[in-house]
C-alpha cells in the first residue's frame, strides 16, 4: 500500500499554473487577486515557483512594472535564468493567456491542488510512522488530527490587515451583530450570573477561562451550574469533559439542583413520592438542554478538541480540572507539561472561537500559609505561571468557612452557604469580587443580589 502511494503521480494543474502567472505578466494588478489565495510553495513545477518568487520581490518590493524583460533580468541576476526556463518561457506564458477574467478561478485550482499534495504527503508520513516498530497509537491519531486541522485552517486568509481594515470589518461589524436583529447569535453567552457578568461580559468567544479553588470549595458545582445556566438558560451547546468524577455523578448533581432534592437523598435512592415526581419533571426539562458530558480518563486537549470539532456547532467547553489533563507532547517535568497544556487551551478556544472553561486546583502552600488571610491570590495557581499568563480570565471560589476546620483534618467543611467568587483577573474589564451564596445541600450557586449598576 505504501508503494502504490509513493508512486503515485502528485496531482497538479499545469494549464492553472501556466494561466496564472500569465495573467500577472499581461495584467501585473492581478497580483492584488492572486496573493490573496496563492502562496509560492502552492506551484509544483519548481520553474513556476521561482518566476512567482520574484513577481512577489517585485510586487512587495520597488514600483517596478512586471513583464517578461524585467523578470528574466532578475532571475539570470539571482542564477536562476535557465531554471526559470529563459525569456522565450517567459513570453509563452503571457502569450498563452487570452484573458485574466478568471485569474482568481485559476487561483483556486492551484490551491486545491496543492491540498491535494500535502494530503498526499502526510499519508505517506502516517504510514512510515505507523510502520516503524516503534510508533505509538495514540500519539500517532493526535498528531494526524493535528496535522489535518492544520491543512484545513491553512485555507483561511491570515494575512496582516490594515487598522481601518480592522476597524471596519471587525469591530463595526461584531457591534452591528451584537446590536442587530439577531444579537443572541453572535453577543457573548451569559453565565446565569449576573453580577458576574457585569465584570466579565459575559462568556466570549476564543476566551480561557479558569476556576480556581482549594478541593471542597465548589468549583466542580460552579462550573456544573455555568453548563446548566448556559444550555438552559440560552440555549446554548455544551460540553462538560470531567476527569475525575464520572457521568453519572455530575448527572445526579444536575439533577438534585433542578428539582431541589438534597444530593446525599438522591445518592441513597431515599426519595419521597413527591421527590420522585419532582426528579421526573426536572429529567425532562434536561431532555432538551444541549450539555453533553464525557468523563474519559487522562484526555489530552488535542483529543478534546478533535470530539469537539468532531460533535460541530458547540458553543462552550468545560474541563474538570486541569491537574488531571494529559499532556500530548512528553516533558521533562510537570511545570513543563502543564505549560504545554494551558497553551493548548487558549489555542482550542481561539481556533474553535469558543469559551473555554477550565478548572484548576490551587496550592495549599499558598491559601493557607499566609497567616490570617486565606484569600486566594494569582501566585496560588498549581505547578505552573503560565495559567495566570495564558487565561484570559481567572476566578476564584473562596470560603472563608472552609478554614475553619483544623488544616490537618479530613473532615469536610463546615456547613456554611457565605461564598466570595473573586475575578483576580480580567482581560476585558475590572477585577473585583461577587458575594454568592452556596447551597451545599443542592450543590447550587446564588448570587447576593446587589445593584449590578455599581459594577462598572
Known sequence: MADNIQSAAEPYNLDAEQSVLGSILVDPSCMETVVAIVKQDYFYLPQHRTIFGVMMQMYTGSNTHID???????????????????????????????????????????????????????????????????????????????????????????????????????????????????????????????????????????????????????KTSFALNIAQNVTMGTRKKCVFFSLEMSKEQLAERLLSARAGIPSNKLRRGELTNDEWVRLGNAAGEFSDCELYLDDTAGISVPEIKAKIRRMKDVDVVIIDYLGLLRSAVRKENRVQEVAEITRNLKMLAKDLNIPVICCAQLSRAGTEGRGKSHKPQLSDLRESGTIEQDADIVLFVYREKYYENDKDSNEPPPPDGATELIVAKNRHGAVGSVEMTFDEEFTRFRCVQKNIEDVQ
Not at 525569456?87 to 498563452?96: I, Q
Not at 453580577?195 to 462568556?203: K, T
Request: proline letters at 3%; charged letters at 30%; hydrophobic letters at 35%.
Open 68 to 218: 517578461p524583460v524585467v523578470i528574466a533580468d532578475a532571475l539570470a541576476k539571482d542564477g536562476h535564468y535557465d531554471e526559470a526556463g529563459g525569456r522565450e518561457y517567459l513570453l509563452s506564458l503571457k502569450d498563452s493567456v487570452y484573458s485574466t477574467a478568471n485569474v482568481k478561478s485559476y487561483c483556486r485550482i492551484i490551491e486545491e491542488q496543492f491540498y491535494l499534495r500535502t494530503i498526499i504527503n502526510l499519508s505517506r508520513d502516517l504510514i512510515g510512522q505507523a510502520t516503524s516498530g516503534n510508533a505509538d497509537a495514540r500519539a500517532l491519531l493526535e498528531f494526524a488530527e493535528q496535522r489535518i486541522y492544520d491543512i484545513r485552517k491553512g485555507s483561511d486568509d491570515t494575512d496582516p490587515k490594515k487598522l481601518s481594515y480592522v476597524i471596519i470589518n471587525g469591530v463595526y461589524d461584531r457591534l452591528h451583530k451584537i446590536t442587530g436583529d439577531e444579537k443572541e447569535k453572535y453577543a457573548a453567552i451569559p453565565s446565569g450570573f449576573d453580577l458576574l457578568d457585569r465584570y466579565i461580559a459575559g462568556l466570549n468567544k476564543s476566551d480561557l477561562i479558569i476556576i480556581g479553588a482549594r478541593p471542597g470549595m465548589g
